[in-house]
């Protein structure tokens, strides 16, 4: 599960939660090469594909949390 996300998932661009998550170089690192995931990039896109919001996903039992800056960047969180 992954917070923001709701039921909807990525069936729902442009929605009030994340909706695009790249799993696979994740699982890929881990599994070939023993290493794995730490925080993981997922983002809010609209119907025509622009990234309206960038956030991390934070492995539990971390959570987000904001550091400073513009909100809707992921440069902007980290995980605690």
């Known amino acids: 599960m ?3 996300i709701g039921h909807c998932g990525t ?4 929605g009030d939660g994340l ?6 170089s994740y699982i890929e690192n881990w ?3 023993g ?4 925080a993981i990039n997922a983002d809010q896109k609209s119907y025509s594909g622009v990234t309206l919001l960038e ?3 934070c492995p539990y039992p971390q959570q987000i949390k904001y550091n400073a ?10 995980c605690e």
Do not use: C, W
């Open 19 to 24: 909706n695009t998550v790249e799993f696979q």
């Open 2 to 4: 992954i917070p923001g």
């Open 31 to 33: 599994v070939e090469n």
């Open 55 to 57: 956030k991390i996903v």
């Open 69 to 78: 800056g513009d909100n809707t960047l992921r440069s902007s969180y980290f």
């Open 35 to 38: 290493i794995a995931p730490g």
């Open 11 to 14: 069936n729902n661009p442009g």
